[in-house]
């Protein structure tokens, strides 16, 4: 166990933590001794996810409910054993994303990629935060480079992630004075993800997409959870309202990549 991720009896909760990014970030603190439990719409993947994190020998949780609704989300939270109704760190990491040109989309899918990522993120947030370690905790919310770089096909996620960094922003500037911290990590191209499957879902489409990334290569959902961790960690206790890019330089190149070319790829 590495000395600096020591996460012994920190109380971990992952909204969006049966799959994904989201997942590999549960397992890198339960891999580090933390008690973790995940939360998403489906009870089966919550039951598959804790089986996996319960491996690792610590305490695990879980509940299935939709962020876009606050009674259910609430109901979730009560239902947690009491190590979790102090958690020391929060990870906001639900996400709905499909491409669709702008002026095809529709008002209901618009809706619902903005109320998932947005509205679900401040739903979290403001429910889960009676659930806070008392003096010293730290919120981690998931966004995406689309939120500070237009792409097509993206207008709703691009949307959305970008009031999920004011969000981020704002969260630090009113609780930090209460030490929670609140920070942003923005995943680039990582590899076995549905996010990676809908957008390149062609050898052609990846290897467009991998020699977009700087390091030439995709990243990994351990590579996310490393960053997770660090922030967590007692090496990251001054850190506060940042949006860090854990994405191999993508964004840094203005992660240039046709994500029509993409599609059409397919």
């Not at 996400?95 to 002026?103: K, L, S, T, V």
């Not at 700087?214 to 309202?241: H, Q, V, W």
Request: net charge negative; glycine share 10%.
């Amino acid at each position: 166990m590495n000395h600096w991720l020591d996460f012994e009896d920190h109380n971990v909760l992952v909204v969006g933590g049966t799959s994904g990014i989201n997942l590999g970030i549960a397992e890198g603190f339960a891999e580090q001794g933390a008690n973790v439990a995940v939360a998403s719409r489906s009870q089966d993947k919550v039951d598959a996810a804790m089986e996996r994190l319960a491996a690792h020998g610590r305490k695990v949780g879980g509940f299935s409910a939709d962020v876009r609704d606050p009674v259910e989300l609430k109901a979730g939270l009560e239902s947690l054993d009491r190590p979790f109704h102090e958690l020391d760190t929060l990870v906001i990491g639900q996400a709905g994303n499909f491409p669709a040109p702008a002026m095809k989309l529709s008002p209901q899918g618009f809706k619902a990629v903005v109320d998932i990522d947005l509205l679900g993120s401040f739903n979290v947030a403001r429910l889960a935060h009676d659930f806070l370690a008392k003096g010293k905790a730290n919120i981690i919310t998931i966004s995406a480079p689309q939120a500070f770089i237009p792409m097509a096909l993206q207008v709703h996620v691009c949307a959305a992630k970008a009031g999920v960094d004011m969000l981020t922003r704002v969260l630090a500037l009113e609780l930090g004075p209460r030490n929670i911290r609140v920070n942003a990590i923005v995943p680039g191209p990582i590899d076995d993800t549905e996010g990676m499957a809908r957008l390149a879902p062609t050898e052609e489409a990846r290897r467009i997409c991998r020699d977009s990334v700087p390091m030439k290569r995709f990243g990994t959902a351990r590579e996310i959870a490393n960053c997770a961790m660090f922030l967590a960690s007692p090496l990251a206790e001054y850190i506060n309202g940042a949006i860090i890019p854990v994405d191999g330089g993508w964004s840094a190149a203005g992660a240039a990549v046709d994500l029509e070319s993409l599609v059409s790829s397919r």
